[in-house]
């Protein structure tokens, strides 16, 4: 058993800067692509980020690219999501989501990944 556990949400002003953090435990897998999704109120959950298991390649969503910065601690069993600029309507859940067997995964579509964290609120105000 694999568990995903997100932590780091919190409320912050537009303009601020907020890191999250996702911690892998239980059963390892190598390689695991990991990503970020996250969820705003009424809509469906949407693709953030996503990062290889060596953390050399990474992909960024339109709307966050060049404000968030997607890393990862392997002896750590962590991912991290830099996330600076922010704005109102980066509101949401932020998902932790892993992808077991691959290095890398281009997969935007939440169904493709294996396991899912509880997920971490980030509330931008105004």
């Known amino acids: 058993q694999v568990q995903l556990v997100e932590s780091g949400g919190t409320l912050v002003q537009a303009g601020g800067s907020l890191r999250l953090s996702c911690a892998v435990s239980?059963?390892?897998?190598?390689?695991?692509?990991m990503s970020w999704f996250r969820q705003a109120p009424g809509k469906e959950r949407e693709f953030v980020t996503s990062?290889?298991?060596?953390?050399?390649?990474?992909g960024y969503a339109d709307s966050v690219r060049g404000r968030f910065t997607i890393s990862r601690d392997n002896a750590k069993n962590t991912v991290y999501l830099q996330m600076n600029s922010l704005k109102p309507e980066d509101t949401a859940v932020y998902y932790c989501?892993?992808?077991?067997?691959?290095?890398?995964?281009?997969?935007?579509?939440?169904?493709?990944?294996?396991?899912w964290g509880q997920g971490t609120q980030v509330t931008v105000s105004s």
């Open positions: 989501a892993a992808k077991s067997g691959v290095y890398y995964s281009r997969s935007r579509s939440p169904n493709d990944y294996d396991y």
């Open positions: 239980g059963r390892t897998f190598s390689p695991a692509a």
């Open positions: 990062i290889s298991h060596s953390g050399d390649i990474a």
